[in-house]
């Protein structure tokens, strides 16, 4: 565990850069892509929630997270610690207050910073698969996301599925960057109940290979585990 305890406070208080950052990844999302948003309703517009997300590329985040901030304002993302350190890019993930996450450096600290944000109904989104995968390549979920999951399942937060297709790079010249057809689906709740009252590294996994499959069974086409609905 951490030496201290992340304060809620923090997530609660003014941030007089996030909306003008907002608007700006509202502009960049708009070239980027023409968004189909699907069951919208399942997001809940208030109070904590963790949304489980698939990662296609690296456009997928400004997109999806403008279509959670137009549903219900302030959105955080756990983002690898390495983009902290960027130009540009670092100081708008800094200004805005997302979490980093340290690669090989233990889940505790990211979970309870993103566990301090739920506590002041913050939504969180976080991408079980931890990275981008190869054209072909599937991946598991990573035990910090369920960590992630279980705690917020035992604070009664909903840990709430979205998959999103056509942001990814494949079969796109250069061109096809901008305004590309995308379509942003949301699920219902993913039941953890299986794994209540645990979150050894087992559950962990287990839990966060439940909440992958959730979200990849959002995805269309049989080769994807099902459709949008």
Known sequence: MPDTEPDPQRWRGSEPWFAPVALVLRALAWLLADVRVVRPDRLPRSGPVVVAANHVSRLDPPVVGVVVYRLRGRVRFLVVEELFRTPVLGWALRTTRMIPVRRGGGTERMVAEAVAALQADQAMIVYPEGTIPAPGEVLAGRPGAGLLALRAHRMGVP???????????????????????????????????????????????????????????????????????
């Open 159 to 229: 840990v709430v599925p979205m998959a999103s297709w056509g942001l990814d790079h494949r079969g796109h010249g250069r061109m096809r960057l901008l305004r590309r057809r995308a379509t942003v689906t949301f699920g219902p709740p993913v039941d953890l109940s299986a794994w209540a009252e645990r979150d050894d590294r087992e559950a962990q996994l287990q839990a966060g290979a439940a909440v992958l499959a959730a979200v990849r069974s959002l995805l269309p086409g049989p080769e994807c585990g099902g459709r949008d609905r």
